[in-house]
């Protein structure tokens, strides 16, 4: 087994301690480490002792810190030797709220993370989670870039809405969701979210069109056929992902990681 080092940013919260239970499950991975504020409503140190009591290999770590802290300077430890920073850290939104206002809040809190990741661990993929996953990617693939960095490191996971395609086809359907495979793109926001179901090939493989690799996202696969109303969907999707990403691109050009 590859022994990979995970720090699950966030890994207190709703999304962050099912995740953290993945992680700690995953044979692959020898080091969890379980990173998320003192005043988080259930403490890290809770969550890491729970999964470091699973009967798996996992080495669970819990990591907290005052909200104000810079990560860049507290979180050495944590982020040292990671492979994989999976980053679930930040506001969710309210009722009626839709996902773009939690721009600069969330941009900010990836931003803290990211800055230090590209101090302690480099070479680790990052995975943002946060929302808006649109507008906080680029935004965080920029700031990688102006600080030398490799953007292929960063990625948006948006595997969420794969999966609740391939849900909705099997209960309309009743076909085994094993083989249900839904290839979805445009992002991760309310109309831009675009079920390739005529894609649906059975063929029970990744529903990405990405391939990851040592190097992070190594190849970015062409969207495909389109069948006429996917088609007209992405041209009316496309000027508001155009807008989310030009949004995370104003955030990156008026900021840049502290030194
Ligand atoms: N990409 C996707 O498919 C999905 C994205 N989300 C997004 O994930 C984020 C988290 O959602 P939930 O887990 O439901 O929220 P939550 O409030 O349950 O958990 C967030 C956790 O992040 C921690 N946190 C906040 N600021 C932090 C910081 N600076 N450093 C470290 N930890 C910090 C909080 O203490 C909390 O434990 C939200 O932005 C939500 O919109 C949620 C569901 C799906
Ligand atoms: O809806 C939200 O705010 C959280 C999210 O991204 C999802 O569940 O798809």
Redesign the pocket.
């Known amino acids: 087994m590859p022994g990979y080092k995970v720090c699950v940013?966030?890994?207190?919260?709703?999304?962050?301690q099912p995740l953290s239970m993945l992680m700690a499950m995953d044979p692959n991975v020898a080091e969890l480490c379980v990173?998320?504020?003192t005043?988080?409503?259930?403490p890290a140190d809770g969550v890491a002792a729970d999964l470091g009591h699973l009967n798996k290999a996992a080495k669970v770590k819990a990591y907290a810190?005052d909200?104000d802290a810079r990560?860049a300077e507290v979180a050495g430890e944590c982020l040292t030797g990671c492979d994989l920073v999976l980053v679930?850290?930040?506001?969710?939104?309210k009722p009626g709220q839709d996902?773009a206002a939690?721009l600069n809040i969330?941009a900010g809190?990836a931003k803290?993370?990211v800055e230090a990741c590209a101090k302690f661990c480099p070479e680790a993929v990052i995975a943002l989670?946060?929302?808006p996953?649109n507008s906080v990617v680029p935004a965080m693939c920029e700031l990688w870039k102006k600080a030398g960095h490799d953007p292929c490191k960063i990625v948006?996971?948006?595997?969420?809405?794969c999966v609740r395609a391939e849900k909705f086809v099997h209960e309309i359907t009743g076909a085994p969701v094993g083989d249900i495979s839904i290839p979805v793109i445009g992002g991760?926001a309310g109309t831009t979210i675009l079920p390739l179901f005529s894609q649906d090939d059975r063929a029970a493989l990744s529903a990405s069109k990405v391939t990851f690799g040592k190097k992070g996202v190594e190849t970015v696969h062409p969207l495909g056929d389109l069948s006429p109303h996917e088609k007209e969907r992405l041209a009316a999707l496309t000027p508001a992902l155009k807008d989310e990403i030009d949004a995370g691109l104003e955030y990156a050009s008026r900021n840049e990681f502290a030194a």
């Open positions: 940013v966030g890994g207190a919260g709703g999304i962050g990173y998320d504020l005043i988080a409503m259930i810190f909200k990560a679930p850290a930040g506001v969710p939104r996902r939690l969330n809190i803290n993370i989670i946060v929302n996953v948006g996971v948006t595997t969420l809405d991760h």
